[in-house]
């Protein structure tokens, strides 16, 4: 409770709440929300502006531009929360072991972890998608599994494995900085004098004690996750049309009206608005979660 009341007193943070509880609520009610399919295609009503039938218009093939973003947030909630989860998986375990342990197991994570940084991130995740996509659909289609090609499930995948087996690099950093400051702490020295076991140690005396930088780090990383799988999108190379992404959405509908329907750009702008919402409302939820579990903040 004390949390919400430093939340609520915050009025970006409560913003970017609110802003990321009506996305996750429109990912997980897609299918009521949306008053149409989001591939549903209807030429008599294209390229319409608002009305009653259609809030947000329509594109050249027909299809409601409100289904298609409210489809788009469920797309980018799943992508959000899969590459958290491979973030937490590879970030947490491999950045503990080598704040505890040190020695060889420290350099040999670190130098991985150097390898990632040593690009621009979201060069090295577009080289990555570009890399492994068609590999991923080569060995598919060879296998003979083309109904999973078509179906556009693998386009998830790819995305998925590139942001996050390029994203779990800062999280591991940051959390062997927190092991190192913690392990050589009263408590920690204490419970391995009694013989408690070393993934004990770790798990209940060290981790719990670091779990507030990585609440923040990860609250504020989910922005930039939504972001990249837009940008992979908008350039071809992660979730591909129909399949709904606010980045497909945006390079489809900036790719045929920029110039030939100069007066329909404001279906351009739509998407590109709720990403840029998205974007910053997980900044300002994180800042504001940040000063919110900050013990020296009263």
Same mark, same amino acid.
Do not use: C
């Given at each position: 409770?004390?949390?919400?009341?430093?939340?609520?007193?915050?009025?970006?943070?409560?913003?970017?709440?609110?802003?990321?509880?009506?996305?996750?609520?429109?990912?997980?009610?897609?299918?009521?929300?949306?008053?149409?399919?989001?591939?549903?295609?209807?030429?008599?009503?294209?390229?319409?502006?608002?009305?009653?039938?259609?809030?947000?218009?329509?594109?050249?093939?027909?299809?409601?531009?409100?289904?298609?973003?409210?489809?788009?947030?469920?797309?980018?909630?799943?992508?959000?929360?899969?590459?958290?989860?491979?973030?937490?998986?590879?970030?947490?375990?491999?950045?503990?072991?080598?704040?505890?342990?040190?020695?060889?197991?420290?350099?040999?994570?670190?130098?991985?972890?150097?390898?990632?940084?040593?690009?621009?991130?979201?060069?090295?995740?577009?080289?990555?998608?570009?890399?492994?996509?068609?590999?991923?659909?080569?060995?598919?289609?060879?296998?003979?599994?083309?109904? !999973? #090609?078509?179906?556009?499930? *693998?386009?998830? $995948?790819? &995305?998925?494995? @590139?942001?996050?087996?390029? +994203?779990? =690099?800062?999280?591991?950093?940051?959390?062997?900085?927190?092991?190192?400051?913690?392990?050589?702490?009263?408590?920690?020295?204490?419970a391995r004098a009694l013989?408690?076991?070393?993934?004990r140690v770790i798990a209940?005396?060290?981790?719990?004690?670091?779990?507030?930088?990585?609440?923040?780090?990860?609250?504020m990383g989910m922005g930039?996750?939504?972001?990249?799988?837009?940008?992979?999108?908008?350039?071809?190379?992660?979730?591909?049309?129909?399949?709904?992404?606010?980045?497909?959405?945006?390079?489809?509908?900036?790719?045929?009206?920029?110039?030939?329907?100069?007066?329909?750009?404001? !279906? #351009?702008?739509?998407?590109? *608005?709720?990403? $840029?919402? &998205?974007?910053? @409302?997980?900044?300002?939820? +994180?800042? =504001?979660?940040?000063?919110?579990?900050?013990?020296?903040?009263?």
């Amino acid at each position: 409770m004390q949390l919400a009341g430093r939340i609520a007193r915050n009025p970006p943070a409560l913003l970017g709440a609110l802003v990321i509880l009506m996305v996750a609520l429109m990912a997980i009610f897609a299918p009521a929300l949306a008053p149409y399919a989001y591939d549903q295609q209807n030429l008599n009503a294209a390229r319409q502006a608002p009305s009653p039938a259609h809030w947000l218009g329509t594109d050249d093939l027909g299809r409601d531009m409100l289904s298609r973003v409210i489809w788009g947030a469920r797309s980018a909630v799943f992508v959000i929360v899969m590459v958290t989860i491979i973030d937490l998986a590879l970030g947490l375990p491999l950045g503990a072991a080598a704040g505890y342990w040190g020695g060889w197991v420290d350099t040999l994570i670190m130098r991985v972890v150097d390898v990632l940084f040593a690009f621009p991130g979201l060069l090295f995740v577009f080289l990555v998608a570009a890399t492994l996509k068609p590999g991923i659909l080569n060995w598919a289609k060879a296998i003979g599994l083309n109904d !999973l #090609v078509r179906s556009g499930y *693998l386009d998830y $995948a790819v &995305v998925i494995i @590139a942001l996050g087996g390029v +994203g779990w =690099g800062g999280l591991a950093r940051m959390v062997r900085g927190q092991v190192l400051m913690l392990k050589e702490r009263e408590f920690v020295i204490g419970a391995r004098a009694l013989g408690v076991p070393t993934w004990r140690v770790i798990a209940r005396h060290i981790l719990p004690n670091a779990i507030t930088p990585i609440i923040v780090a990860l609250s504020m990383g989910m922005g930039d996750i939504a972001l990249s799988e837009g940008y992979l999108s908008f350039l071809g190379i992660g979730l591909q049309p129909p399949a709904p992404s606010w980045g497909n959405i945006l390079a489809d509908n900036a790719g045929r009206y920029w110039r030939t329907f100069p007066q329909m750009i404001w !279906l #351009v702008f739509i998407p590109g *608005l709720v990403l $840029a919402a &998205v974007v910053f @409302a997980f900044n300002f939820f +994180g800042d =504001g979660l940040n000063e919110a579990l900050n013990p020296e903040i009263e």
